[in-house]
């Protein structure tokens, strides 16, 4: 079909892809490998693999949202482009060869197929990397478990109708051979998503009230009432419960919406935790019925960093993409998505965590012999007493105060506000949107936790042109590279808590370049 058919590929998948590279012989093994090497079945998706050294071994990967529009395609072509040759510059070398990758199932069975829509954009993103000095290997349509070669242009060489991407119900040798270095595809992102939407009827109307019920009274909810709350409800799930009340669901979802309080629910990954901790954020997550969709946020995040931690990346990747497009700038959705692309291992952050939680078990045990006179439910380490709350990974009210003020979101100025650390009962009914995927840099493709050093191949997933907050505002932060991981990683190095990344917190408001 084209020159690729008579070359192979390598590419390094896994954590055994040392002893046992996964080889790709064509377009064929090509589509066939796709969800592996994300983790997922991507939809709606520009894909770019870039390859590395005389081998042509896999070297960083992107992942970016499908722009609806034609009109925003040649910037999407653009971005991807310079984002994978900064990616892969960061981890080494500038990419020889590139591998592309259009996904797009059809609307209706009746649909032409996508290849003939997406060509224009094929061609912008050959156009991009050949003006960095970067070949196309390969580019493909997937569609509707198909797949055409956008760089096959002879006549009669290809079947009209595509070519399906299994031809059997096996697996080809590739992604059997993926299989064996441990890399298993989590099913679509619209899959995780949907089975983390808010409950349906009837349990919505009895939760929706309760969320009404508890709502006035957050902001005369302590901190430590908050955080027994949140211990309570853990110990009831790492029991064996799988529910909560309606009412206890409303208080907890409110209370973590307290950073400090959220914090604590982050220490909750030790090994035989991280079941009962998913079970609850998950449980958590789907009470957030509507208007209340933005109390799934610190759950939603939990949930990511506990699937993290348990090795599965690909859910934790599209999770926080999730959380990003509820709440664009979350900032503890930030950290963790930023250092899993900085090539961090979940080891390095949980050595930080776990560190904090020595500390305030310790300064526990020393409250209850009436040793010392830190309260075990301050800032952190040095924290001055009265710390204030801080909804939404932002800072905000004192708690307890009647009439505290509340930072803006960026900048020093403060105004005057509510001391309720609650949401407001009306969020908008059509949150501002972020990528499903987004971010700069690479993951840790060996999805143990505990695990050192920087992957051989890296994954940034980034957003689409005129997907975020403002379009047009400013140019895509995918180009943003390391910087909150590098706060991540002096968390670890200073065993200082999450929570303490202020370089991380000033490095997100000053270099935002979402759009």
């Known amino acids: 079909m084209n020159e690729m058919n008579n070359e192979h590929v390598t590419l390094s998948l896994g954590p055994a892809s040392e002893q046992r590279p996964v080889l790709m012989r064509g377009p064929a093994d090509m589509a066939e490998l796709l969800p592996y090497l994300l983790g997922f079945y991507p939809d709606d998706s520009i894909v770019a693999v870039g390859l590395q050294g005389p081998d042509l071994h896999q070297g960083g990967v992107i992942r970016a949202d499908l722009p609806a529009s034609p009109a925003d395609w040649p910037a999407a072509a653009e971005e991807t482009a310079a984002l994978l040759v900064a990616l892969s510059e960061r981890h080494g070398s500038r990419p020889l060869e590139v591998l592309l990758y259009l996904c797009q199932d059809r609307v209706t069975a009746h649909a032409p197929p996508a290849v003939g829509e997406l060509r224009p954009l094929a061609d912008q993103l050959r156009a991009a990397f050949g003006r960095r000095g970067v070949a196309v290997k390969e580019s493909l349509c997937v569609s509707d478990g198909r797949w055409w070669s956008f760089l096959c242009r002879r006549e009669g060489c290809c079947d009209p109708a595509g070519n399906p991407v299994r031809r059997g119900p096996d697996p080809g040798p590739a992604a059997a051979a993926a299989t064996?270095?441990?890399?298993?595809?989590?099913?679509?992102?619209?899959?995780?998503?949907?089975?983390?939407?808010?409950?349906?009827?009837?349990?919505?109307?009895?939760?929706?009230?309760?969320?009404?019920?508890?709502?006035?009274?957050?902001?005369?909810?302590?901190?430590?009432?908050?955080?027994?709350?949140?211990?309570?409800?853990f110990a009831e799930f790492a029991a064996g419960a799988r529910e909560l009340d309606e009412e206890r669901a409303a208080r907890l979802l409110f209370a973590l919406r307290d950073r400090l309080t959220r914090d604590r629910g982050v220490e909750f990954v030790r090994p035989a935790e991280?079941?009962?901790?998913?079970?609850?954020?998950?449980?958590?997550?789907?009470?957030?019925?509507?208007?209340?969709?933005?109390?799934?946020?610190?759950?939603?995040?939990?949930?990511?960093?506990?699937?993290?931690?348990?090795?599965?990346?690909?859910?934790?990747?599209?999770?926080?993409?999730h959380v990003l497009r509820l709440s664009p700038g979350y900032l503890l959705a930030e950290l963790l998505y930023e250092s899993m692309n900085d090539g961090m291992s979940p080891g390095a952050l949980l050595s930080a965590v776990e560190a904090q939680r020595r500390r305030r078990e310790e300064r526990t045990a020393a409250a209850r012999r009436g040793v010392g006179s830190g309260p075990a439910t301050d800032d952190g380490p040095g924290a001055p007493p009265g710390a204030e709350r801080a909804p939404d990974g932002e800072p905000g009210p004192r708690s307890g105060s009647t009439g505290g003020a509340r930072r803006r979101r960026r900048g020093g100025r403060r105004k005057g506000g509510s001391a309720a650390a609650a949401p407001t009962s009306t969020p908008t009914s059509t949150p501002a949107p972020a990528p499903d995927d987004q971010g700069p840099g690479g993951p840790d493709r060996s999805g143990e936790p505990g695990s050192a050093g920087r992957p051989r191949g890296s994954v940034a997933l980034i957003p689409a042109p005129g997907r975020g907050p403002a379009a047009g505002a400013r140019p895509t932060r995918g180009v943003r590279l390391g910087r909150v991981g590098a706060c991540a990683s002096a968390a670890v190095r200073s065993g200082t808590g999450l929570h303490r990344c202020r370089g991380a917190r000033q490095a997100v408001r000053g270099a935002r370049r979402a759009h």
Request: overall charge positive; proline content about 9%.
């Open 180 to 233: 064996v270095a441990g890399l298993v595809p989590r099913g679509s992102r619209k899959a995780i998503v949907g089975a983390l939407a808010p409950v349906g009827p009837p349990a919505d109307a009895a939760q929706r009230g309760a969320l009404a019920r508890a709502e006035p009274l957050a902001g005369s909810v302590s901190r430590e009432q908050g955080l027994a709350l949140l211990e309570q409800a």
């Open 274 to 321: 991280l079941a009962p901790a998913e079970r609850l954020w998950r449980f958590l997550a789907r009470r957030a019925v509507p208007p209340y969709e933005g109390c799934a946020v610190a759950p939603l995040t939990l949930l990511a960093w506990a699937s993290w931690v348990a090795g599965d990346t690909a859910t934790a990747r599209v999770v926080l993409g």
